[in-house]
């Protein structure tokens, strides 16, 4: 099977605001629109920050409250000099036009094609390095072909129930149908009340994972996951 990436969007640039290429829109709902993430600075900081505040709880307790700083410039750094490939996987949901919420996909060869770098991690002590370490045993990397993984998908605190994670997530639903998938699945913690709305998306429960004792407490903070699957048509 072949797993060349479908294009999903126009080329850029599309146009120029204040002498910067303006990405391409892919969806609009209403206020909601949503568009590739780029390189730029403010980009990836909102990302990061973003993304660290949303996991505060799992971060910290991989970590320490101190390393959140640290753990937002990882996730910045993180997304510095990829290739073009790499921000297609990255979406950005705005509120007329202020940015709200994000998501990522993973697909088939992505852990290969995108590697996490040494470089990306500032000075750490070693404790954090262990319970990051431990953070990434519990994130799947292996995805597999003909499958979407979506992880993480989160919006801003004070932009939440306006619909926008369901606008992400049509977004989602509609990259993977593009690049020939026939499913999209994610994992959420089995406390978290993300679940109510997966179920009101079409996705289903598949499985419940715990790993004995403290197994994913010890990684994540959370002791069970429900892997959640959509058939796509
Ligand atoms: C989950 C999340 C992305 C949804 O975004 P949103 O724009 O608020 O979503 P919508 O307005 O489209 O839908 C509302 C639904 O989002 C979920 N939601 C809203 N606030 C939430 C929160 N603080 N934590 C978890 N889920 C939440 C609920 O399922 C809600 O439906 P309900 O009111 O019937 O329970 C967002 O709430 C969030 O970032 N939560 C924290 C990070 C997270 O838990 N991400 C999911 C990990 S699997």
């Known amino acids: 099977m072949d797993f060349t990436p479908i294009t999903t969007q126009q080329p850029l640039p599309i146009g120029q605001k204040d002498g910067h290429v303006q990405p391409t829109e ?23 920050k973003l993304v660290i505040e949303a996991f505060e709880r799992k971060v910290v307790h991989a970590t320490s409250r101190a390393s959140l700083p640290a753990m937002n410039t990882i996730y910045s750094n993180h997304m510095r000099g990829r290739p073009p490939l790499f921000y297609e996987r990255h979406f950005i949901a705005e509120y007329n036009g202020e940015r709200a919420g994000t998501c990522v996909l993973h697909y088939h060869g992505d852990a290969e094609l ?16 262990c319970g990051l370490w431990l953070l990434q045993l519990g994130t799947p990397k292996d995805y597999p072909a003909g499958k979407c993984y979506l992880d993480p998908i989160c919006v801003d605190e004070k932009f939440r129930g306006k619909g926008i994670g369901k606008v992400l997530l049509d977004m989602a639903e509609i990259d993977a149908k593009k690049r ?17 709305l997966y179920e ?5 429960v598949i499985e419940k994972k715990s790993l004995c004792c403290c197994g994913y407490w010890c990684m994540t903070g959370e002791r069970e996951f429900a892997r959640m699957d959509k058939v796509l048509d």
């Open 180 to 196: 020939g998938c026939k499913v999209i699945y994610l994992l959420v913690a089995t406390t978290n009340r993300a679940q109510h």
């Open 114 to 129: 995108f590697p996490d770098r040494t470089e990306d991690i500032p000075p750490l002590s070693c404790c954090d390095i």
């Open 26 to 48: 892919l969806l609009r709902r209403g206020p909601v629109s949503v568009r590739n993430a780029t390189e730029s600075e403010e980009d990836r900081e909102f990302i990061g």
């Open 200 to 204: 009101r998306q079409g996705y289903h």
